[in-house]
């Protein structure tokens, strides 16, 4: 079930309400531009994870 | 020649690539009288090679100058390309590894000829197949444009360049298959790092930095309007545009090319972790958008017959041109047209594929190993022919909308190809009449919006909500396949056609 951390990767990535706004800016970024921006890294490593388990998991043969 | 030092980085690098793709054949190399080595590189790319090819299959010309012509022109809406490009990764890690197993396991090359050994139903398998096609056509005839948008801004002449270019892209396509955009990707993904990293650099610093580009952008486009009371307003457009754009993405022929040609599953999971190095670039991509407006290209002189012929997608050309040295521009530009080049040639080929073994072979005639490569070489002429004679002979706005058509299209084989590695809960009949359902729903709300506006808003139980139509229609195809499944699962089930396995999907 490792697999329901691929779910937060939507959530951050649709919650539109609470990333359209302009503070607190970042770098000279309006929040709404980093927000989604710093989602790519976050959406990544969550997926990494996923990964990581299940290859454990799997052994390294598939 | 305007600009003599761009022209000349611009040729020079455009020379190297097609060398690149003549030799590209002997990479590799495997039997080329076998579509499976002409149409995917024989399975045998690893994690690089994938992580490379689908970077520049996925992340095309069009989009390099689409997004930030959005941006330029529309405002934050055009950086739903960002949170579109980071949910397509979960969507990759979840479906595909499944789907690449059982493809190899049964020797399949497209995701038709999937659903037909699935339900063995050949029906499903043309209609997914046909839309594919119908999808692709008007995706390269893009790639044209994004091509003809940077040669004109090096004030080449006429159509003469794009006709030459195309011509050497169906030659190499034609000789070397899949192994050619595999290595010309390499370059043009190079590329298009380091122009991306040098203007996000160079630019700002020139206009004072990002805080005063902000600045400049008018309070209206900077953000999404919040919507009025009893409507999802630009919020759920937003969403549900990033959401559908996600959902179609992998189900487009030249991507699922691009993944079936995986060494393993696990290339294709570990791609899922590594790709998104590229929705960061888009998203810097993008903003380059904001940067021509506070740059101000659009007043200065010298760039109003670009901005008059190319209209908003002249934005990032003019601003190359205008911030950055005439050499480093021209490495800019051609990362662009390279970066036509490469998706342009898995279209291709992904469409020959399907061309031969879902629609030639099924319904003309069959041909053995040799006879298949003949047909898919020959198709893939066809598609290039075709996409040049589509912007040569009719105007840019109808490739646009047809390309706005195709996303809609395309998605609606999403509960046939996603669904199915999962479970076979569906009947292929089912199946089949959720797409006519999702096609035919889709292309008449497009309709309605006179073929220009991807959202539509729909009014339910006294809210108003904006959503992308494809999205919409694909929920109502999937309904319509699952509610029909269960009554012909129990009158008339196809289960007896799967010549799948559940250990093929493990």
């Known amino acids: 079930m490792i697999k329901l951390l691929l779910l937060p990767v939507f959530v951050i990535a649709l919650a539109v309400p609470f990333f359209n706004h302009a503070a607190p800016s970042l770098f000279g970024f309006p929040f709404f531009y980093w927000y989604q921006i710093a989602v790519v890294p976050v959406g990544a490593v969550l997926i990494y994870i996923v990964y990581r388990v299940e290859e454990n998991r799997r052994g390294d043969d598939a | ?506």
């Not at chain 2, 994004?146 to 892209?169: C, E, K, N, R, Y």
């Not at chain 2, 105007?395 to 669904?419: D, E, H, K």
Request: aromatic letters at 12%; hydrophobic letters at 60%.
């Open chain 2, 1 to 506: 020649m305007t600009y003599p030092a761009a022209t000349v980085v611009f040729l020079l690098l455009l020379v190297l690539v097609v060398v690149l793709g003549f030799t590209a054949a002997r990479w590799k190399a495997g039997d080329m009288s076998h579509i499976v080595e002409w149409g995917l590189g024989g399975r045998r790319f690893g994690t690089w090679v994938s992580w490379f090819l689908l970077g520049g299959d996925l992340y095309t010309a069009y989009t390099f100058i689409a997004i930030p012509a959005l941006m330029f022109g529309a405002g934050a809406i055009g950086f739903f390309a960002v949170p579109y490009t980071v949910m397509i990764y979960p969507i990759l890690y979840l479906v595909f590894p499944k789907l690449w197993k059982v493809a190899h396991r049964h020797g399949y090359i497209t995701g038709p000829e999937f659903l037909r050994g699935r339900y063995g139903n050949r029906w499903l398998a043309l209609a997914v197949g046909v839309t594919g096609i119908f999808a692709t056509m008007p995706y390269i005839a893009l790639q044209l444009v994004g091509m003809q948008t940077v040669i004109g801004a090096l004030g080449l002449p006429g159509h003469l360049p794009l006709i030459i270019a195309f011509s050497v892209l169906a030659a190499f396509t034609y000789t070397s298959g899949l192994r050619a955009p595999a290595m010309i990707a390499i370059v043009k993904d190079l590329l298009i790092y380091l122009t991306v990293i040098v203007a996000v650099i160079v630019i700002p610093a020139q206009l004072g930095g990002f805080a005063a580009i902000f600045a400049k952008i008018s309070p209206a486009k900077l953000l999404l309007a919040v919507p009025p009371a009893g409507s999802g307003g630009a919020y759920t457009g937003y969403a549900t545009l990033a959401l559908g754009s996600a959902m179609a993405l992998f189900l487009y022929p030249h991507a699922m090319t691009g993944i079936l040609s995986a060494s393993s599953p696990k290339v294709i999971r570990r791609n899922a972790a590594l790709l998104p190095a590229y929705s960061v670039l888009l998203g810097l991509l993008a903003l380059i958008g904001f940067m021509a407006v506070a740059a101000g290209v659009q007043t200065m002189p010298q760039f109003a017959s670009g901005f008059k012929q190319y209209g908003a997608s002249f934005a990032v050309p003019a601003l190359l041109l205008n911030s950055l040295p005439g050499w480093f521009a021209g490495i800019a530009f051609a990362a662009i047209a390279i970066g036509a080049l490469v998706p342009a040639a898995i279209m291709a080929i992904a469409a020959a594929n399907i061309f031969t073994r879902d629609i030639c072979s099924q319904f003309i005639a069959k041909a053995g190993h040799k006879g298949e490569v003949r047909v898919a070489k020959l198709f893939s002429i066809v598609m290039v022919v075709g996409a040049v004679a589509f912007i040569l002979l009719i105007p840019n706005s109808y490739a646009v909308q047809l390309q706005l058509l195709g996303g809609m299209w395309i998605i609606q084989t999403f509960p046939a190809i996603a669904f199915s590695v999962f479970t076979r809960f569906f009947n292929g009949w089912a199946l089949l009449a959720g797409w006519a359902v999702g096609i035919f729903s889709a292309t008449y709300l497009v309709a309605l919006n006179h073929f220009t506006a991807a959202i539509f808003a729909f009014h339910v139980l006294g809210h108003t909500l904006p959503s992308y139509i494809a999205l919409a229609t694909v929920v109502l195809n999937a309904m319509v396949a699952a509610a029909l499944s269960l009554p012909m699962n129990a009158l008339a089930s196809d289960r007896a056609g799967d010549e799948t396995v559940a250990a093929d999907y493990i």
